[in-house]
DNA sequence: AATTCGGGGTC
DNA sequence: GACCCAGAATT
């Protein structure tokens, strides 16, 4: 597949690059520890890094520990998320961070296999953490990963639609050997796809392994097929998250009045809802834990759990 | 293997 | 206006 000899040169000129040009991201920082990674590594999970850096910084000023996020209501951790998307993240996180406050005495897990247990926590994440806050050689496989190896050394524009066995066993293959080498590796590549092979305008002038990448060596050839982009106007994803919004911004809001001031705050744009869907999503926000309902008074309300 | 799930910056 | 971003959970 690859030849030591290949892949060294491929460590040595992508890890050095990392040393020079990589960006000095807080959470990693060596006293940043294994609770900011994986608070960090949740953030990231489809959101880009300079959204998640402000919301990070407040968010481990204000808890520390796991213990700490664990003791919050959900009201305050939903608010606190802010606008970086998918708020579910924001459960999930809390429900991570009480897991290892009741079972791993506050401290987070240092394999692959137990954080893979976590809420939230995934194949990429369970890797990540792994490696990064605890130097474990474990195979890194992000999107930026994923389209520097297509590249690199398929020679193609795009990896695959999904990830594939093949994928992970050239990651594999690719990894150095000593572990703390490893695990700088993996960051390396990540960043280089994240500031040099981008997906749209690739900046093969700053690219320290541009003489030996396949893709290049194959004139470029453009995608073997159309990337479908994630409908927005319109769909649930969009009413759920204008609806958290106001709750985000009211505490609660009066079920009634939920199409009227949604379509007021303008996060629904031009998309004007029947109530088939607003009830819809108000229930899948029920069902997620992100609202709660208060029949109590003289009308029903929706709120923020907690 | 395919869907669902936010939100905003950028080209 | 389409595309992209340190994915995970569910079906």
Redesign the pocket.
Known sequence: MSTPVITATLHRRINGWFESEG?A?P??EPECGAWGVLV???M????????VLPVWTAWMERWPTPRDLAAEPPAEVIRAW????????AL?LQAAAAQIAGRHGNMVPDTAPEL?A?????????A?VAC?AFGRPEVVV???IR?VHARLVSGRA?PE??L?AAEMDLARDLMPGEPDEACRWN?SV??L??LIC????PRCGQCPVAEVCAWREAGMPE?HY????????G????????I??LL?DAGRVPLGEIPERAAAAG?LGAHRPDSAQFE??VA??LA?G?ASRDDEGPEPLLSLPG
């Open positions: 960006r991201l959470w990693r960090s590594e949740i990231l999970q489809q959101t880009p890094v300079v959204r802010g606008r970086l998307g998918y708020p579910r993240r999930r893979l976590l809420p939230g926590v995934g194949t990429y994440t369970a990540a990064f992000d999107t930026n389209r795009l639609k999904s594939t960051a990540m960043e796809g994240a981008t997906a749209r305008s995608p159309r990337p479908t982009g994630q409908a927005w106007a769909t649930d994803r969009q009413v759920r998250g204008a958290m919004a985000r996060t819809r999503c899948g926000l997620d992100l």
